[in-house]
């Protein structure tokens, strides 16, 4: 006799959600959970599961998925259901152009208008990637205060369909998440190009910062370009 089913990664990331949650609670929660990147991109979301989850019907599930395809971060097919949503190596690559071309622009404008405030913040993210790096962690951690210092460089264009754009970009490729398939040498490398970034931004130099911009993402791109193919991190070229 088998045991008893177990539960998708997803579902279980779910449990203990209010019940009869509006359908913005539903969107965030899910959007929440795929960001987290601990359901790994291609996972099948039960449309059933998740409104038994939330105590609501299958109406505003799929209303929420449907934003969350709009997003890029879920695909539905017609006879295989709604899952986290793949890309091929290409497309992921193609992700990260875009949100260099945005950061560039971005980083020139911050740089003219930042304050003391900013250089704080900015400050204070690069201490927090710091202390995630001396962890030992390439996880969430990582990710998390790495996308934290980028923001604070960037946030102070004070541009906000710019800002909406890039956020909406690096949204796609978190479930993925790349860094924690690099080793400790490489992030090192990363992470002295986020000190020279930072120390660019509080001169104000804007050629110097776009120029560690540059190097910084063309150094991702090398990475991204070995990342593995074989362990179903990338869905197949059509």
Request: net charge neutral; proline share 4%.
């Amino acid at each position: 006799m088998s045991g008893p089913r177990r539960r998708s990664a997803l579902i279980a990331r779910l449990a203990d959600r209010p019940a009869g949650s509006a359908q913005s609670a539903i969107v965030d929660e899910l959007r929440a959970v795929i960001l987290h990147g601990q359901v790994p991109p291609g996972s099948a979301i039960p449309v059933d599961a998740v409104a038994a989850e939330f105590g609501v019907s299958r109406i505003p599930v799929r209303e929420a998925l449907m934003t969350l395809i709009g997003e890029g971060l879920v695909d539905h097919r017609a006879n295989g259901g709604y899952r986290v949503a793949m890309m091929t190596a290409r497309e992921f690559g193609e992700i990260y152009l875009v949100r260099e071309a945005l950061e560039s622009a971005a980083l020139r404008v911050a740089v003219a208008g930042a304050t003391s405030d900013d250089d704080r913040s900015a400050r204070a993210a690069l201490r927090a990637l710091d202390a995630a790096i001396e962890a030992g962690d390439g996880g969430a951690a990582y990710h998390r205060e790495s996308r934290r210092f980028h923001l604070a460089l960037i946030v102070p264009c004070r541009m906000r369909r710019l800002l909406g754009m890039l956020e909406s970009a690096w949204n796609m490729t978190e479930p993925l998440r790349p860094m924690s398939h690099l080793t400790g040498s490489d992030r090192e490398l990363l992470h002295a190009d986020h000190a020279g970034m930072l120390a660019a931004f509080l001169r104000r130099d804007a050629d110097a910062l776009a120029g560690v911009c540059a190097a910084h993402h063309g150094r991702l791109q090398g990475f991204i370009s070995v990342l593995p193919r074989d362990i179903g991190l990338f869905a197949e070229d059509d």
